[in-house]
């Protein structure tokens, strides 16, 4: 296949662009420190209630989040295969993009005497977001010649990380110079409006996406006319008997699932534990992650690149080394200017390893027309990886008393995924040596 035009690789990159701003800026940023500011003062001090229980604080916050990647990860694959089956992935991704926002603007609401309502917004806003995530990466394959492929994932995501600095300027400046906004009275109704913004801007960038994409096409069992939930089982049930037969994509997605449970914890908890552990004010916070997602967009190039001298795997062996070192230098992080190092670390590999991390993917699935319904596999162990993560971070802090635990406990995923990555990589290269043997002898 050929690559697509300009046009649709812009307007698929800007996807990245409308949607990262809820990801990078409310759930990695203003989000996590609003919250904690909240809950760690009266009435709450520390401690929350949620439909009759009560959690610490920063625990129900990883619970949460854990919960809804755990529904994403059953309902998805579902929805996925019926996409595929009717050939209708776009609108499936233009419904979670308008949930997803509208839940995102909901967060306006966010305050003490609306707790719940909150984070039930928090959880849907993330539903969203991973609903409409699923059908996206799944256009990669369709619109771009594998050699292109880490090229157009990493222009993805640097489109991403700017337009998520631009909002995080947006919201930093709201913040800092609320006292001179007439309609702000607070700190909090600046973060609030923060929220709002967002959920504007990833629904309005949205449909420049929504113009450029082409439909996809339907299932061939379709024009069998078959109920679409059934087909769209059948369909689930078949790209997962093609998983079972491909040894190199299987391998992957074992590494993949356990050094990604380490990298979206870090990614979601980093500035709670900058301001929990390190009891670092809220300004400093954003700046350092604008400061991490403007070397996150040279990091993503840079990894693409390194990925093109070395190879995918290689590459991504070399990276979880990298984040591994990250983890164990977190646990010994006491003040400040650690963190800033640190944040400086975590920005070369936070976008370059999910960056590259979906384009490998793409390159080891089979040509097909159920980029969906093997994406959505991609995703659910991205999610099953999240709930495992983000819970285990939640009682290791609850059990210990201390964060610090927490993320030195993340070493031990990202060994495992450092194994399945190496273990991949051999299968590989075995492959590769049978392949050529073959052809010699034809």
């Not at 590259?356 to 995703?379: C, E, I, Q």
């Amino acid at each position: 296949m050929q690559t697509a035009s300009k046009k649709i690789i812009n307007g698929w990159a800007m996807y990245d662009w409308a949607n990262s701003v809820y990801n990078l800026v409310i759930t990695t940023t203003f989000f996590p420190i609003y919250y904690t500011e909240m809950t760690k003062v009266s009435p709450f001090n520390g401690k929350v209630h949620f439909f009759g229980r009560t959690f610490v604080n920063t625990a129900l916050y990883n619970y949460a989040l854990a919960f809804t990647y755990l529904v994403v990860a059953i309902v998805l694959p579902i929805l996925s295969s019926i996409a595929d089956y009717k050939g209708n992935k776009k609108r499936f991704m233009q419904v979670f993009c308008l949930l997803g926002s509208l839940a995102c603007s909901g967060l306006y609401f966010f305050t003490p005497q609306y707790f719940d309502f909150g984070i039930i917004c928090m959880m849907l806003a993330a539903f969203g977001f991973y609903g409409s995530l699923v059908f996206y990466n799944s256009y990669l394959p369709e619109i771009a010649a594998e050699k292109d492929r880490d090229r157009v994932s990493a222009k993805g995501f640097s489109y991403g990380y700017i337009g998520s600095v631009l909002m995080q300027l947006v919201g930093f400046g709201l913040v800092v110079f609320w006292e001179r906004i007439p309609f702000l009275h607070s700190e909090g109704d600046a973060v609030r409006w923060t929220f709002l913004l967002v959920g504007i801007w990833w629904f309005g960038f949205a449909q420049i996406t929504f113009n450029c994409l082409p439909e996809s096409i339907p299932s061939e069992n379709y024009r069998e006319k078959k109920n679409f939930i059934t087909g769209g089982f059948i369909e689930l049930k078949k790209v997962f008997l093609q998983m079972l037969r491909m040894a190199v994509l299987k391998r992957f997605l074992f590494a993949f699932f356990f050094y990604n449970m380490g990298v979206q914890t870090v990614m979601l908890a980093a500035t709670i534990f900058g301001s929990k552990v390190l009891n670092l004010p809220s300004t400093i916070l954003i700046m350092t992650v604008v400061a991490i997602q403007l070397v996150a967009i040279g990091g993503a190039y840079m990894v693409s690149k390194l990925s093109e001298t070395f190879g995918n795997l290689q590459t991504l062996i070399g990276v979880v080394i990298f984040w591994i070192a990250i983890c164990v230098g977190g646990y010994y992080m006491q003040t400040k200017y650690h963190f800033y190092i640190l944040a400086v670390a975590v920005g070369l590999v936070m976008g370059g390893i999910q960056s590259l991390s979906r384009s490998t993917y793409s390159k080891l699935m089979p040509v097909t027309n159920d980029t969906a319904s093997f994406f959505s596999f991609y995703d659910v162990t991205e999610k099953i990886a999240i709930v495992i993560g983000l819970s285990a971070f939640g009682y290791i802090e609850e059990a210990t008393g201390t964060m610090r635990d927490s993320v030195l406990s993340l070493v031990v995923f990202f060994t495992i995924g450092l194994i399945g990555l190496i273990s991949s990589l051999h299968r590989q290269l075995k492959e590769t040596r049978m392949y050529s043997v073959k052809k010699n002898h034809s």
